[in-house]
């Protein structure tokens, strides 16, 4: 099933990106597909083109997140652009593509809405030396980048106990005093917080947990 839907997705693609093709791929179990991507600024004019390789798991589809890789090296081999040495793309926040991966993607939205905006903005960023949507960290301060955007918690001790209430699954009263910030209302409070993080699955959670513990215990250190 998830080999016919791919076919059907990616031949779909294939129709309307002519720059496109299906190449070999370099990784057993995942469809490769090969081509230019051209970036044009608002009055249509060439910014720039790139060469790049996108791999897809063939086995989890649609529940992945395509492998990007820039070819032609015209991104410097860089995090500060968002790319390995080996020149895969860092296209976003590890949880906000997890979220994609746990919905299902459509290719041809992922390569419209996440793959051209990635390389859009390289571009944006040198004419103007930021990126359009905003910045994002990598490894450890990416994630606590999108606690602090997506919950609104900057205090690491915050997003601990959120993460212990959220990973133990003990059901709290929904009209009793909130356990997380002390609101009067569970229910109106952090709850929605809780539920929403349950998506990304314990796994992550609980890496999550283990990170804010150790870099909590860092910033106390430093600053004894």
Not at 113 to 137: L, M, Q, R, S, T
Request: net charge positive; hydrophobic share 35%; charged share 30%.
């Amino acid at each position: 099933m998830a080999k016919n839907a791919l076919k059907k997705d990616v031949d779909g693609f294939l129709n309307k990106y002519f720059s496109f093709e299906k190449v070999e791929s370099p990784k057993t179990g995942y469809l490769a597909l090969e081509g230019k991507i051209s970036v044009l600024d608002r009055n249509d004019k060439l910014w720039g083109q790139f060469e790049i390789l996108i791999l897809v798991n063939e086995k989890n589809y649609p529940y992945t997140i395509p492998i990007v890789i820039e070819k032609t090296e015209i991104i410097e081999r860089d995090w500060d652009f968002h790319i390995s040495k080996e020149g895969e793309c860092c296209l976003n926040i590890p949880h906000k593509l997890l979220k994609l991966k746990k919905r299902g993607i459509v290719f041809e939205d992922f390569y419209r809405e996440v793959i051209y905006p990635f390389f859009a903005n390289y571009h944006y960023k040198v004419a103007n030396d930021k990126y359009a949507n905003g910045e994002y960290e990598h490894h450890f301060k990416g994630i606590a980048q999108f606690y602090r955007e997506e919950y609104g918690l900057k205090d690491y001790e915050d997003i601990i106990a959120l993460l212990e209430i959220t990973i133990s699954g003990i059901k709290h009263q929904p009209n009793k005093q909130c356990p997380l910030c002390g609101g009067p209302k569970y229910k109106k409070c952090c709850r929605k917080k809780v539920y929403s993080l349950r998506a990304y699955g314990l796994y992550r959670l609980e890496r999550d947990l283990a990170l804010f513990r150790e870099n909590s215990l860092k910033t106390e250190s430093i600053s004894v």
